[in-house]
């Protein structure tokens, strides 16, 4: 045993050894900031005490632990002789002057009371407006200097108070309190209140004041006092003689302590080290810290200078075990918190090796019997667990092999046959598939095992369980073993009326959504549902839920199947449904009798399994349409397009007949596409009938506008046919001259050439306008049609007093269009315009032509805007239909033609909304870079 405790000593020394030697890796030390402030410490005559030098070791190790180097600190004592008396103080100040008059500090700290009226002297010769910051200094003689300025610090302060109330709790008889202290003015200062707080605290206690003697004397006297009387040693600087207090094991605090015949309570610190019970003591170094704490705020400039002193935080209550001991003090009288010296070591301090190796010793060998005890109880739940492992995957076998089988027909034997064997396995009572109704919150029991006789037992499952129905939907399973568990929840009252002790129930899902719940029941016994019982049910629950989801699937397939034959029966069209690569894979019976229907017996051979796209092919090389029929399809196969549309001419012997043929493709993985023909020849001739008496309309519209401008016209004709009968006489004064000037006979004829080509144009323009033509796309250039429009529409602006403001975009403007019944549209637009300002005076008539393209939506762009009145609000709606006007002699054709026109050219016309008065009329065409002219086709012959 021995052997083992010194290797387990030498062990664990090595261990310590090692990780004090183990070099600590730096942790992003940040570099040390250079010298940049300066403080000045000043310490009493006294600065050899014990206490001062505690308090300096407090204030420099502060100082260094949170600036380091960023901070110097001079420490300098005052000479004693020098306090209260002139001619010394003079004479010290001149010395601080000579060793430090040329050095600036950024703070000034003091320590001691008495020192305090110097260094401010000091500091206001020297330096002025420095801040200065006491410590060691109590309340009474601070407030008794208080008119410095510039200047706080941290009062310390004996705990009389604290020291009193332990007397009291350590010893409850006490009687007497006596007090063994210096008597120089500055102890004084210090002791003065412990005899107030012994009066105020507890008038029936005695106070004794031995202060007034030497320090022999009260040596002598502490050995003498009178039972129940605890002594407190306070502030020991000098005695009543004047002499000062003298250190080391036979000073004052060694003998007094060795001597008194009661407890001795300490006032710091320095008197508990010589002996004695101890206090609630004051740590000089404590002190220290704090005082240089509020330097350094002080310098970062968070405490302003003249902030208010703080009262420090260094008592720390110490006790003696031994003193406890000699005096009878019972540990429970001692407070919480207070630490206890020289406490003697315990058991397990003093055997702290050789307890560990016992305890180890045990820990192994239990842990040991542990471990096989868990190994073989491991063993028997692994048999078991494979044994209930083996049973549930034969139930899982049985069960997919019966769903595997499983047809439309036997899907009701397949999921009684689940149900039996999961209800004998889990030992339940009941089990029962529950389906999702479409009446909402409702559940269907559609199978049930035992089963009670044949057919779907349907059974609503609705009444009280609202909260089960809502979590199973929400994909939760709801389960309770027991009635106790069943009081939880909220449908606890349904469950309670119909009998079930433990119930389990698991939601059936169909692709991530629930349509259903599996469960289990006993209404004769409670059964214990553990997690596993849950898992293994969970898995026969997606079985399950696959088998109903392929159920209702095989019947959609059936259903859907039957629907699309009807669908297909009833279309009017003639349909074909192609895959991806063009064969057919199903028509409808009008397919069948389309080549009846449009005199092509060649129709009659396309049939199911004839590849389309063949047959196209073979007819494109001598027909046009053909092959755009083909490409079409093609691209709807590929996926380049979704649909394709192309109505076509077929005339037969009887008559002329028109279809139109519509490719969509299928939305399905294999592709595919959908072929119709529909036959549109009534809606053809409509449309034909109705666009010759449109070009009649457009045609009178024309010449009704051309009436509105007869004087316009008569006005820019009159002026080139003027200019020609002027230069014609002056050729002919220039011939019968003595010498013709043949360049100016040659001049004059270019001028009459000119102004023939000038009329020549208005003409034509005029028979353009007049005469009735077909549309025909074409590219042309916008700006140029309007600059054509307005140059004869200027004179009959002119004569209605109106302002003509043409906005051209800068460049050309090509679009697809045709240039007569663009020319009529923009003319009928701002014949509008002008008849709308006629109310207005003359100065207010402003048309404005502006045009312009937009590159994102492929489009250029004529408004035409005016100054007028406006449209209603109300008449927006039918502005465009037939017969509506809002003139008093309008027809109400004008703006329905326009719209005819436009839509004819793939554009449109549309009025547009204005922040201010007027109107604004757009008409909108296809830039000629992605126009398309329209071209009829026909149907490919096949």
């Known amino acids: 045993m021995g052997n083992a405790i010194r290797w387990v000593r030498w062990s664990s020394i090595c261990l310590i050894l090692f990780a004090i030697a183990s070099p600590i890796p730096a942790q992003n030390s940040p570099a040390r900031a250079p010298v940049s402030q300066s403080v000045l410490v000043v310490l009493p005559p006294y600065a050899g005490r014990r206490g001062i030098s505690l308090i300096l070791d407090g204030i420099q190790g502060r100082f260094a632990q949170l600036a380091g180097e960023r901070i110097s600190v001079t420490v300098e004592s005052v000479s004693l002789s020098a306090l209260d008396k002139p001619d010394l103080e003079r004479l010290e100040l001149e010395r601080f002057r000579e060793e430090y008059g040329d050095k600036h500090f950024d703070l000034i700290m003091v320590v001691g009371a008495p020192g305090l009226r110097f260094v401010n002297k000091l500091r206001d010769n020297l330096w002025s407006g420095v801040p200065l910051v006491f410590s060691g200094i109590d309340r009474t003689t601070y407030e008794h200097e208080r008119q410095f300025r510039g200047t706080t610090g941290v009062f310390a302060e004996f705990d009389w108070i604290g020291d009193v109330q332990l007397a009291k709790r350590l010893f409850p008889e006490t009687r007497h309190i006596a007090l063994a202290s210096g008597a120089s003015s500055f102890d004084r200062i210090l002791t003065a209140r412990l005899g107030e707080i012994v009066r105020e605290q507890s008038p029936a206690i005695d106070f004794i004041d031995l202060s007034g003697h030497t320090f022999e004397q009260q040596v002598s006297l502490a050995a003498k006092l009178p039972p129940d009387t605890v002594l407190i040693l306070g502030s020991v600087l000098a005695d009543a003689a004047g002499r000062p207090i003298s250190q080391g094991p036979n000073g004052f605090r060694g003998l007094i302590a060795r001597s008194a015949n009661a407890p001795l309570f300490h006032s710091d610190v320095l008197g508990y080290r010589a002996g004695g019970l101890g206090g609630s003591l004051v740590d000089y170094e404590t002190v220290g810290r704090e005082a240089a704490d509020l330097g350094v705020s002080i310098l970062n400039g968070t405490t302003p200078p003249d902030a208010p002193p ?113 209800r004998d396995f889990f030992g339940a009572d009941r089990a029962s598939v529950w389906v999702y109704s479409e009446a909402p919150g409702v559940f269907m029991r559609s199978y049930v095992w035992p089963h009670a006789g044949t057919g779907i037992q349907a059974v609503e499952f609705a009444a009280g369980f609202r909260h089960t129905i809502l979590r199973l939907m929400g994909g939760d399973e709801v389960y309770f073993s027991n009635l106790a568990e069943m009081a939880l929840l909220e449908d606890a009252e349904a469950f309670r009326r119909e009998d079930v002790r433990s119930f389990l129930a698991i939601p059936l899902r169909e692709n991530k959504t629930v349509v259903g719940a599996l469960s289990i029941a006993s209404v004769e016994k409670e059964t214990n549902w553990p997690r596993e019982i849950v898992y293994r049910l969970r898995t026969v629950a997606d079985l399950l839920g696959s088998a109903l989801a392929r159920g209702r699937a095989e019947k959609g397939l059936h259903e859907s199947e039957l629907l699309m034959g009807s669908i297909l029966a009833s279309i009017r069209s003639s349909v074909a449904v192609v895959d991806c690569d063009g064969v057919i894979i199903e028509v409808n019976q009008k397919w069948n009798n389309f080549g009846a229907d449009n005199g092509s017996q060649a129709e009659s051979r396309i049939g199911i399994g004839v590849n389309y796209l063949d047959v196209c092919r073979q007819a494109s090389t001598n027909d046009r349409e053909a092959r755009r029929a083909f490409d079409g399809i093609s691209s709807v196969l590929s996926g380049a397009r979704e649909i394709f549309e192309l109505e076509y001419p077929c005339p037969t012997p009887e008559e002329h007949k028109w279809f139109r043929m519509t490719v969509d493709r299928l939305n399905r993985p294999q592709g595919g596409a959908v072929i119709s023909h529909l036959d549109v020849t009534e809606r053809k001739k409509t449309e034909l009938d109705r666009t010759r008496a449109l070009d009649e309309i457009a045609h009178m519209n024309r010449v009704a506008s051309m009436g509105h401008m007869a004087a316009s016209l008569a006005h820019e004709l009159a002026q080139p046919l003027a200019a020609i009968l002027m230069n014609t006489q002056a050729a002919e004064r220039f011939a019968k001259a003595a010498r013709p000037n043949i360049a100016e006979i040659c001049e004059a004829l270019a001028d009459i050439r000119e102004d023939d080509r000038r009329a020549g144009v208005v003409l034509q323009n005029i028979r353009s306008i007049m005469k009735k033509a077909t549309i025909s796309a074409h590219t042309l250039d916008l700006n140029g049609l309007v600059e054509n429009v307005a140059g004869f529409v200027r004179n009959d602006a002119l004569l209605r007093s109106v302002q003509l403001r043409i906005q051209i975009s800068p460049g050309t403007l090509l679009v697809r269009g045709d240039d007569v019944p663009l020319q009529q549209v923009l003319l009928n637009l701002m014949n509008n315009g002008m008849d709308a300002m006629r109310p207005l005076p003359p100065a207010e008539r402003i048309l404005t032509v502006s045009t312009g393209s937009e590159a994102a939506d492929n489009a250029a762009w004529i408004v035409v805007e005016d100054e007028g009145p406006g449209v209603p609000e109300e008449v927006r709606a039918r502005l465009f239909t037939p017969f509506f006007t809002t003139k008093s002699e309008g027809l109400g054709m004008g703006l329905s033609i326009c719209r005819v026109i436009m839509e004819s050219l793939g554009g449109s016309v549309t009025l547009e909304k204005r922040a201010e008065r007027g109107a604004a009329f757009r008409v909108e065409l296809r830039l000629a870079a992605t126009a398309v002219e329209r071209e009829e086709s026909r149907l490919p012959i096949v």
Request: charged share 25%.
């Open 310 to 422: 703080t009262a420090a935080h260094p008592y720390q209550t110490r006790l003696d075990w031994r003193e406890l001991k000699r005096w009878g003090v019972p540990i429970s009288r001692v407070p919480a918190g207070v630490t206890i010296d020289n406490r003697p070591a315990t058991l397990w301090q003093e055997h702290r090796d050789a307890v560990l190796l016992v305890a180890g010793a045990i820990l192994l060998q239990s842990l040991v019997i542990g471990v096989l005890l868990y190994e073989r109880r491991r063993r028997r739940l692994a048999q078991f667990e494979l044994g209930e492992r083996l049973r549930f995957e034969t139930l899982l076998s049985h069960v997919t092999a019966s769903f595997a089988s499983m047809s439309g027909a036997d899907q009701e034997k397949a999921i009684l046959i689940c149900l039996q064997q999961v």
